[in-house]
């Protein structure tokens, strides 16, 4: 008889992609949730996986699961957490589940980074999808390859995206301890989910334990171009490989001599081009569909695990000129008549700048509208209120929604949207405070759109649905 699993909180899409990945190995499953986003829903549709839209206990009661996995967002008071504690019935935590059905005895391939982590891991599971290692892997994305976050393979190989958010209500020590790395990658490190960790010295250390469980045997990934690396290189026990997008050397003075590296990528409307290095030979030239340097920073990073892997240049290279990306991570949902619609999932300063900088580098012609929506626990607060004016500076204009769910924040932590459009008029980019999609839209429309005749990109900036504003946009600009 299959095992029953039902997902509290299924509508995350990295639960939904497990949630997938478990009835493709054998699972009957269910779950509930109150905001299933699109890719979620398409996703749970497309594998016949049904749930449900409120925590009504009684979903459980009759499907009688055998265990029950928590997401990392549902907290005590939830109706279907309640009554699985009270009944004191078998339960788990995402990451502990993934650690027993996914990863199991294979070697654990596990993606970490404040940024990149999804692109990375997907670009690495792509190479070793592609390269007949049948790979099994769950990634917090839509890999557009794949039309889903996760393979099933039957290879000794299991591709991990590592969050470093809390594992559950009753764990807060990152997703990415329960992995069992053996290889482990770390995209960066830098400023992000402050509401959790307060500060950069508690979200560096977050990582210093991911590298004090990297056994001996395995290997570390790192950045050179990160100021944080030289630290976790001293306290490493594993064998140390490194990667650089400005050349063989660390980029602060260090000098130590980067692994796999580059010089002066080229950015094109059509992706990228980039000569790699492994020590002094060259090993080729790579290209690919994605834009932006902070890309490059994610294909040298797979690239040097593929290696570790002893998976051939000419794979690899091929897997990535194949390689066509994650939905929401700048990704092209229209172009017609001059003008391109941009989703995008960036949300901290870093994420902002790094992807308006990609929009200005490769279509250094166009009208660059930015329209943000802050969503996540620290873009809708005041950590970043400085930030942000400086990461909008490759944007023409700037469109900024009030904080998601606003009225929920208390007033004095609230970041500002009105003061962000402020500041950034002060330093001589356009921009405007409004409250919601429907406004941004109707300004839009009657003082941008009726007397524009630039090309131009929307580069819409949420982690959500941002009140349908894609569709919207893309009908509005029809």
Same mark, same amino acid.
């Given at each position: 008889?299959?095992?029953?699993?039902?997902?509290?909180?299924?509508?995350?899409?990295?639960?939904?992609?497990?949630?997938?990945?478990?009835?493709?190995?054998?699972?009957?499953?269910?779950?509930?949730?109150?905001?299933?986003?699109? /890719?979620?829903?398409?996703?749970?549709?497309?594998?016949?996986?049904?749930?449900?839209?409120?925590?009504?206990?009684?979903?459980?009661?009759?499907?009688?699961?055998?265990?029950?996995?928590?997401?990392?967002?549902?907290?005590?008071?939830?109706?279907?957490?309640?009554?699985?504690?009270?009944?004191?019935?078998?339960?788990?935590?995402?990451?502990?589940?993934?650690?027993?059905?996914?990863?199991?005895?294979?070697?654990?391939?596990?993606?970490?980074?404040?940024?990149?982590?999804?692109?990375?891991?997907?670009?690495?599971?792509?190479?070793?999808?592609?390269?007949?290692?049948?790979?099994?892997?769950?990634?917090?994305?839509?890999?557009?390859?794949?039309?889903?976050?996760?393979?099933?393979?039957?290879?000794?190989?299991? $591709?991990?995206?590592?969050?470093?958010?809390?594992?559950?209500?009753?764990?807060?020590?990152?997703?990415?301890?329960?992995?069992?790395?053996?290889?482990?990658?770390?995209?960066?490190?830098?400023?992000?989910?402050?509401?959790?960790?307060?500060?950069?010295?508690?979200?560096?250390?977050?990582?210093?334990?991911?590298?004090?469980?990297?056994?001996?045997?395995?290997?570390?990934?790192?950045?050179?171009?990160? /100021?944080?690396?030289?630290?976790?290189?001293?306290?490493?026990?594993?064998?140390?490989?490194?990667?650089?997008?400005?050349?063989?050397?660390?980029?602060?003075?260090?000098?130590?001599?980067?692994?796999?590296?580059?010089?002066?990528?080229?950015?094109?409307?059509?992706?990228?081009?980039?000569?790699?290095?492994?020590?002094?030979?060259?090993?080729?030239?790579?290209?690919?569909?994605?834009?932006?340097?902070?890309?490059?920073?994610?294909?040298?990073? &797979?690239?040097?695990?593929?290696?570790?892997?002893?998976?051939?240049?000419?794979?690899?290279?091929?897997?990535?000129?194949?390689?066509?990306?994650?939905?929401?991570?700048?990704?092209?949902?229209?172009?017609?008549?001059?003008?391109?619609?941009?989703?995008?999932?960036?949300?901290?300063?870093?994420?902002?700048?790094?992807?308006?900088?990609?929009?200005?580098?490769?279509?250094?012609?166009?009208?660059?509208?930015?329209?943000?929506?802050?969503?996540?626990?620290?873009?809708?607060?005041?950590?970043?209120?400085?930030?942000?004016?400086?990461?909008?500076?490759?944007?023409?204009?700037?469109?900024?929604?009030?904080?998601?769910?606003?009225?929920?924040?208390?007033?004095?932590?609230?970041?500002?949207?009105?003061?962000?459009?402020?500041?950034?008029?002060?330093?001589?980019?356009? &921009?405007?405070?409004?409250?919601?999609?429907?406004?941004?839209?109707?300004?839009?429309?009657?003082?941008?759109?009726?007397?524009?005749?630039?090309?131009?990109?929307?580069?819409?900036?949420?982690?959500?649905?941002?009140?349908?504003?894609?569709?919207?946009?893309?009908?509005? $600009?029809?």
């Amino acid at each position: 008889m299959n095992r029953k699993v039902y997902l509290i909180g299924i509508g995350g899409i990295a639960m939904a992609n497990l949630a997938c990945l478990l009835k493709k190995q054998g699972y009957l499953v269910s779950g509930s949730d109150l905001d299933t986003f699109g /890719p979620s829903a398409v996703l749970l549709k497309t594998h016949g996986i049904d749930y449900f839209k409120d925590h009504n206990p009684n979903h459980i009661k009759k499907f009688k699961p055998d265990i029950t996995v928590i997401g990392n967002a549902i907290q005590r008071g939830n109706p279907s957490l309640e009554y699985i504690l009270n009944k004191r019935l078998p339960y788990c935590s995402m990451p502990e589940i993934i650690k027993k059905e996914v990863i199991g005895e294979k070697i654990s391939i596990v993606i970490a980074g404040t940024s990149g982590k999804t692109t990375t891991a997907a670009i690495i599971a792509w190479i070793l999808h592609k390269s007949g290692l049948k790979p099994s892997a769950l990634i917090g994305g839509i890999v557009k390859n794949l039309d889903s976050g996760f393979l099933a393979g039957s290879g000794r190989y299991a $591709v991990v995206e590592g969050d470093e958010y809390g594992t559950s209500f009753y764990d807060n020590s990152p997703k990415f301890i329960h992995y069992l790395p053996y290889f482990s990658v770390i995209t960066n490190i830098q400023a992000d989910h402050l509401d959790i960790y307060g500060n950069m010295e508690n979200i560096f250390k977050a990582f210093q334990k991911l590298v004090k469980i990297t056994p001996t045997q395995g290997s570390l990934i790192l950045n050179n171009d990160n /100021p944080y690396t030289p630290e976790l290189i001293k306290e490493s026990k594993s064998k140390i490989v490194t990667f650089a997008k400005n050349g063989p050397r660390y980029a602060k003075g260090s000098g130590e001599a980067s692994d796999i590296w580059i010089n002066n990528p080229r950015l094109t409307p059509d992706g990228l081009s980039i000569v790699v290095y492994r020590g002094s030979k060259r090993l080729g030239e790579v290209k690919s569909k994605l834009f932006g340097r902070h890309n490059v920073e994610n294909i040298l990073a &797979a690239i040097a695990l593929a290696l570790e892997l002893k998976i051939p240049f000419s794979k690899i290279n091929k897997a990535i000129a194949d390689f066509e990306g994650v939905k929401r991570r700048l990704e092209v949902i229209y172009d017609r008549n001059n003008v391109k619609i941009i989703d995008d999932f960036a949300h901290n300063p870093d994420k902002v700048s790094a992807s308006l900088s990609a929009l200005r580098s490769h279509f250094s012609k166009h009208h660059i509208v930015a329209i943000f929506e802050p969503r996540t626990g620290s873009s809708r607060r005041k950590f970043f209120q400085n930030a942000y004016i400086s990461s909008f500076k490759p944007a023409d204009m700037v469109y900024a929604a009030e904080p998601y769910r606003k009225s929920a924040l208390n007033k004095k932590e609230a970041f500002s949207s009105w003061q962000l459009a402020k500041d950034l008029n002060k330093k001589g980019t356009e &921009a405007y405070a409004l409250k919601n999609a429907d406004e941004i839209l109707a300004h839009l429309k009657s003082n941008f759109l009726e007397s524009n005749t630039s090309p131009t990109i929307f580069c819409i900036m949420t982690s959500g649905e941002f009140d349908g504003i894609h569709k919207k946009l893309v009908k509005l $600009v029809s």
